[in-house]
């Protein structure tokens, strides 16, 4: 088989996929419903799947407001007071990525003295491969 057929064969795969999950992305459950939706689901033995193990898997939130390069020598001259110029913009939406992995944007809120994050963008799943692929 030459490289363009498998490669071809790839693509073809890749998009049988992405047509899968068309319309799961048109609508968005929120997260309980889709465990809910996964664990009332039967494997081909009859049993049913139970997911919640999975649920207490801890992860890393994080929350991106910008990012800047600066020379060893200017981080060694910072001190208490000192300001770093980030690359993202006043007003601009936050990054909010688990893992590493971006999965919505936002804005800073306050409630009760504490800093939050209001999501105002999901990334849907199509999204997340079209930026693997890039």
């Known amino acids: 088989m030459s490289e363009d057929s498998t490669q071809a064969i790839a693509e073809d795969d890749w998009a049988a996929a992405m047509a899968e999950q068309a319309p799961a992305v048109t609508a968005t459950p929120t997260a309980p419903e889709i465990f809910k939706e996964l664990s009332g689901t039967t494997t081909s033995g009859g049993l049913a799947k139970d997911i919640d193990f999975i649920l207490d898997i801890p992860v890393l939130l994080t929350v991106e407001l910008g990012r800047t390069k600066i020379t060893i020598k200017n981080l060694l001259q910072l001190a208490q007071g000192s300001v770093v110029e980030l690359d993202g913009?006043?007003?601009?939406?936050?990054?909010?990525?688990?893992?590493?992995?971006?999965?919505?944007?936002?804005?800073?809120?306050?409630?009760?003295?504490?800093?939050?994050?209001?999501l105002t963008d999901i990334i849907t799943p199509a999204e997340r491969i079209r930026k693997l692929n890039k």
């Open 89 to 118: 913009l006043a007003g601009e939406p936050m990054d909010v990525l688990v893992n590493g992995c971006l999965i919505a944007q936002g804005e800073v809120v306050v409630v009760n003295d504490k800093f939050g994050v209001r």
